[in-house]
């Protein structure tokens, strides 16, 4: 089977959390084609569980111009790569402050595979212990607290959880039943 393939690529914009390329390419019947794609580095998104409670960060998402509850997720600093449950402890503690004693990879997601390389890992937290939070600069109207699992599945129902990889992980965690 014959897939679309780049004939050419250069980068039009650059800046410490992604990079926009935009690739000539050549789809299977022959015929040429312009695809733009951002490219990010993976991510973690930890679902830090502590009995029947989960703990959820709020920040004002910029592009949307709302305030969203959310799982902690990040990616390192300056596009960098690290080791998935590394990453997934760094942001943990940034963000919350907790420390997990144990951290559970629970699955793989793909951001908008139509239009970004960016895929997460998912991990489960448990074995909790709380401490102070290392924000950075750019997370500093953040808050976090812990819901139970019926307050956060309203707030799912009622919208007030509309984070696509925050869904996503949660039907990751009922699929492993934990």
Do not use: C
Not at 28 to 39: I, L, N, R
Not at 111 to 118: E, N, T
Not at 134 to 153: G, I, K, N, P
């Amino acid at each position: 089977m014959d897939y679309i393939r780049a004939v050419g690529t250069r980068e039009v914009y650059r800046n410490p959390w992604l990079t926009i390329r935009e690739d000539d390419i050549r789809r299977p019947d022959g015929s040429p084609g312009v695809y733009a794609v951002v490219d990010k580095p993976t991510y973690a998104l930890v679902i830090p569980k502590d009995g029947d409670r989960f703990h959820l960060v709020e920040q004002f998402r910029y592009p949307i111009g709302l305030r969203r509850w959310e799982f902690p997720q990040g990616t390192a600093p300056d596009r960098a790569e690290l080791d998935a449950a590394e990453l997934a402890a760094r942001e943990l503690r940034e963000e919350t402050g907790l420390v997990a004693g144990s951290l559970t990879e629970i699955g793989l997601l793909d951001v908008a595979p139509g239009m970004s390389s960016q895929r997460g890992r998912v991990f489960l937290a448990t074995d909790i212990t709380e401490g102070p939070h290392e924000r950075e600069h750019e997370e500093q109207d953040m808050r976090s607290a812990w819901f139970t699992r019926a307050e956060l599945e309203t707030m799912m129902r009622d919208g007030v959880i509309t984070d696509a990889q925050t869904l996503a992980a949660w039907t990751l965690l009922l699929l492993t039943k934990a």
